[in-house]
């Protein structure tokens, strides 16, 4: 088991992190209900943490109990039916999933599974009809019809069901459906925290750890708490006992992304143009997401560039972020930016050099 | 002619007077029966009762209306003056069917081709039963070559009738669902082209002629249509069937819905088609489109016997305009002659008419030629668009000078005129889907763009990517208006393109450039594997139940486990990666069979 799962806390008295946030959480659900919620935060920060640890709170054990299943959905829209298929983990108490994995015919998942949730409602041991949690991942993902459709459904099936939504970015969730919820802002951790994390792990582990080690470590995670944990247990791989300076190993694809601003950076020319699109599709094919691309190459760059062109820069990168997302092929976008940023640098080197 | 013994008459009466007329032919003496025939598809719409009765005769009967139909044949041949009189009285044949060729020296067809196809068939009926195996020729060719006039011509060159498989008429639905409540079976039109091979096979001809066989051609023109797998594999059964055991010669005409336009998305199965009977022993026979210069000889033969003064202009213009498709060049020159200042006889006042009309043409001529009233619309295929488009040419002379109530512009904005239609009348010609376009656009314009020119990259780059962004709205985010989605379409179709023309302001001069198939494509596939062997890869792993948002698992989960090498099975990036490329490479094999199928992707 990899140590991200192993010393992820099982309940909310233990968490390391955010202690306020779970202090709150158990008082919320002390009578065993609760409001909606919705929490968001970066990637890394805990969301999902909290959650189980939540559920844990409000179900008992019987919460870990829980198998992944590989539905079917028939949907009748209409005319038609649609299929869809989808990965739900389920206890008997709760159901996760990840809507967006349905694509476009997300909304119909979403209606379609709280109602069959709420046709067959638990009876909690006191004989009352209980209700059931329903997690949902990503719901900024969601396309506007979903999170319609989901308020609707809100409203309708509350006695039944409780949901509890989670996602990056609050500001890509309806203020409809943030309104109907308790929202939790969950932050990356400090650095200090994440020190705090890995010393934790490494004491459990019986590790060494020379000073300052864990602290490169938080350096280098971008706030990630789980990308932290990821390559502290790499580097136990790699090398034991640590060194102080020992190498801490980067995400293939960032030095990929790296390699791509340099190669920016170097030549501006349609022809290098092609030869970055070809890169990207690189990065594209390993499914990691455009906008990450994109955030990580405007990253990249910056380091590099002269601050006046700084601002215009990021103007340009924010603003094929948002088409990327309104785009269909984000290879489109991302090479307009590339191309963008080329026309810039080049514009910019001849005015200084000459 | 006239060899056929066979006096039973067979007649149909409909219900509807005036359309008897249309069936009805005089006779002559000679056969002194009337034969009425030839079921059109105005039929349909008869009534239920007559129609009913008519399904079952044809279904019983169908050759004899092949029989009979080679009596009208023969009735043309035999008077040509004397022609069918139509329904609403006035005296105007077809002139296509006027002026059919029958003689192989009257065929606008290279002579060539007549001259192999004549020799196939003297061989075989020369030796008649022999080598069962090639009595099937293929005769392909694109619409109105004249595939069939040719092979009426070679049949009554040597003497031999032409038995024609006749297509049935289609039944429509309202008309099958009357069969089917008054009991009838609904056979479709593959059992009857089947039960017609199979009889065919075993009997021959003999059935239904008395004619010695030898010099009996069989003809099938029309292939039933076929949709799906199933019934293709149907059809090509039957056809080698047909091919291993047939005895008479047999022309199986198929058409070639050419390069030009490949709407058709089922073209590759006739491809396939010709070439699975082509190695089971057919022989084939391509036709090309009919040169201008011998449509222009055979319509100006036309205009003399009817005596109609067409101006050489004229002649030659729908020539051009017919694209080799003789059958439509001869229709317009007739429509052409339909035109109320046509004069019959008075060549003086004719002459005079003709010229202004001609100095029109001439015009037309000039003007692209675009205002014809006839003429089949020229198709561009999607990669001659896209040439048209990424070579992005223009006139090199002076600009226009600023005059008039030209707008002005600044001069990074202006751009020469170019050097062809309008770009949406391109797309238009070249029916391709904006999707297709936009991808294809984007994968070849940077070869196109000057090595100096990094703006001119962007520039093109931003216009394709609000393109992408117009056709993004699209998806599902608008309730189906599909109206509103065809404006879009189309709207985003001619940014792309004049995104292209208008940003590639300093294009490399032409050279020759292979137009790739968009590797995006490759990648979405590959893209869709990969996320599907993720997940798995995740789940063989964590079989402790987790659901993971898959840009978590690329982008941190991954990397580290690769670290880690925690691998289950053993497949890690590099694999994954390689499987990638694998799967590119057996795309471009697809692509590399069948270049022209854009619609497919």
């Known amino acids: 088991m990899l140590w991200v799962d192993k010393y992820r806390p099982k309940s909310l008295d233990k968490v390391l992190v955010h202690q306020d946030i779970a202090e709150n959480l158990k008082k919320l659900v002390m009578e065993q209900d609760c409001p909606h919620l919705l929490f968001y935060g970066p990637s890394g920060s805990g969301k999902k943490t909290l959650i189980m ?33 989808l990965t739900t983990l389920s206890s008997t108490h709760h159901v996760e999933l990840n809507p967006s994995d349905a694509g476009f015919q997300d909304r119909y998942v979403v209606q379609e599974i709280i109602k069959e949730m709420a046709k067959n409602r638990p009876i909690d041991t006191k004989g009352r009809k209980g209700f059931k949690v329903l997690v949902l991942n990503e719901v900024d993902k969601l396309s506007r019809e979903a999170q319609h459709s989901l308020r609707r459904t809100m409203e309708k099936y509350s006695a039944s069901c409780r949901l509890i939504l989670c996602c990056n970015s609050s500001s890509k969730v309806t203020e409809a459906v943030r309104s109907r919820c308790l929202n939790m802002r969950i932050n990356s951790p400090t650095e200090e925290e ?18 300052g080690f864990a602290s490169r470590i938080a350096q280098q995670s971008n706030r990630s708490l789980r990308r932290a944990i990821l390559s502290f247990e790499t580097c136990r791989v790699q090398q034991y006992p640590f060194t102080s300076n020992q190498a801490i190993p980067p995400m293939d694809w960032e030095e990929y992304v790296s390699e791509i601003a340099l190669s920016m950076l170097k030549e501006q020319s349609p022809k290098r143009l092609f030869e970055v699109r070809g890169k990207l599709y690189e990065l594209l094919v390993n499914c990691i997401p455009p906008d990450i691309i994109l955030k990580r190459l405007l990253y990249e760059l910056l380091k590099k560039l002269d601050s006046e062109l700084k601002h215009e820069i990021s103007h340009w990168a924010a603003y094929y972020e948002h088409r990327l997302r309104l785009g269909q092929k984000a290879i489109f976008h991302l090479e307009a930016f590339v191309a963008k940023f080329m026309s810039i640098y080049k514009g910019f080197l001849i005015e200084t050099f000459g | 002619m006239g060899k056929v013994k066979r006096s039973s008459a067979i007649v149909i ?78 005296n105007i044949g077809l002139w296509v069917d006027k002026y059919k060729p029958r003689s192989l020296e009257e065929l606008a067809v290279q002579k060539k081709k007549v001259d192999e196809v004549k020799t196939w068939f003297e061989e075989r009926l020369r030796t008649s039963v022999k080598n069962s195996c090639s009595n099937v020729l293929l005769v392909s060719g694109q619409a109105g070559v004249g595939k069939s006039a040719t092979v009426y011509a070679v049949a009554s060159n040597l003497g031999a009738q032409v038995h024609e498989w006749n297509t049935p008429t289609p039944t429509i639905w309202q008309e099958h669902l009357h069969n089917s409540n008054s009991g009838m079976r609904y056979t479709s039109k593959m059992d009857e082209f089947e039960s017609f091979v199979e009889r065919i096979r075993k009997y021959g001809l003999s059935s239904m002629t008395r004619t010695s066989p030898s010099s009996i051609i069989l003809l099938i023109d029309d292939l ?20 291993r055991s047939v005895h008479l010669p047999t022309a199986l005409l198929i058409y070639d819905y050419g390069k030009s336009d490949s709407a058709e998305y089922n073209t590759g199965y006739w491809e396939e088609l010709q070439l699975s009977l082509l190695n089971a022993g057919a022989c084939k026979v391509t036709f090309n489109p009919i040169t201008v210069n011998s449509i222009r000889r055979t319509l100006s033969k036309i205009c003399r016997h009817e005596q109609f003064e067409v ?28 035109k109320p200042f046509r004069m019959n006889s008075q060549s003086l006042s004719k002459s005079s008419v003709t010229h202004p009309e001609e100095d029109m043409d001439k015009n037309n001529l000039l003007n692209g030629g ?23 040419k223009r006139e090199s ?3 226009s000078e600023p005059d008039r109530n030209t707008i002005l512009l600044r001069d990074k904005f202006v751009r020469s005129p170019l050097k062809m239609d309008a770009p949406e009348i391109v797309l238009c010609q070249a029916h391709g889907q904006t999707r297709a376009i936009a991808d294809f656009l984007h994968e070849n314009v940077l070869d196109f763009v000057n090595e100096d020119t990094i703006d001119d990259a962007w520039s093109v780059s931003s216009y394709l990517s609000d393109a992408d962004f117009l056709l993004g709205t699209l998806g599902g985010t608008l309730t189906r208006n599909f109206e509103a989605e065809n404006v879009i379409q189309s709207a985003a179709a001619s940014i792309a393109v004049r995104g292209v023309l208008f940003g590639n302001a300093h294009a490399v001069t032409s050279r020759w450039h292979a137009i790739r198939k968009p590797k995006l494509w490759q990648v979405e ?29 690329a982008t941190e989960f991954n990397p580290a486990l690769n670290w880690l090498q925690y691998e289950v099975p053993k497949d890690g990036e590099s694999q994954q990666v390689s499987t990638a490329v694998h799967n590119g490479e057996d795309d471009y094999f697809d692509n590399d069979a069948c270049d022209d199928e854009i619609e497919e992707w």
């Open chain 1, 53 to 85: 640890a939540l559920l844990r709170q409000m179900f008992g054990a019987s919460a870990d109990k829980v198998k992944v299943e590989n539905k079917n959905w028939k949907i009748d829209a209409g005319t038609r039916t649609i299929d869809v298929e």
């Open chain 1, 194 to 211: 994440i020190v705090k994390v890995l010393e934790f792990i490494g004491k459990k582990e019986g590790l060494q750890l020379p000073p």
């Open chain 2, 13 to 90: 009466s409909s219900s509807d007077d005036e359309e008897d007329k249309d069936f009805i032919l005089k006779t002559n003496s000679s056969y002194s029966k009337s034969v009425p025939v030839r079921r059109t598809r105005k039929r349909v719409n008869r009534t239920p009762l007559s129609d009913s009765r008519s399904r079952v005769f044809h279904d019983s009967n169908s050759e004899g209306f092949d029989v009979i139909k080679r009596f009208c044949e023969d009735f043309d041949q035999g008077f040509p003056q004397f022609k069918v009189s139509s329904g609403s009285g006035t």
């Open chain 2, 224 to 243: 039933p249509v076929v949709n799906g797998k199933f019934a293709y594999g149907r059809l090509r059964w039957c056809l080698h069937l047909l091919l």
């Open chain 2, 311 to 338: 101006g050489d202009e004229q002649i030659d213009l729908i020539a051009k305009a017919s694209g080799g498709d003789i059958r439509s060049a001869i229709t317009s020159l007739q429509y052409f002659c339909l």
């Open chain 2, 370 to 392: 675009i205002c014809l009233p006839f003429g089949r619309d020229e198709t561009l295929s999607l990669f001659h668009a896209l040439g048209k488009f990424l070579h992005n």
């Open chain 2, 397 to 399: 002379g002076i600009l």
């Open chain 2, 525 to 553: 596939q590959s893209l869709r594997h990969n996320k599907c062997q993720m997940v798995s890869r995740w789940n063989a792993i964590h079989s402790s139940l987790k659901l993971c948002e898959l840009s978590v698992i």
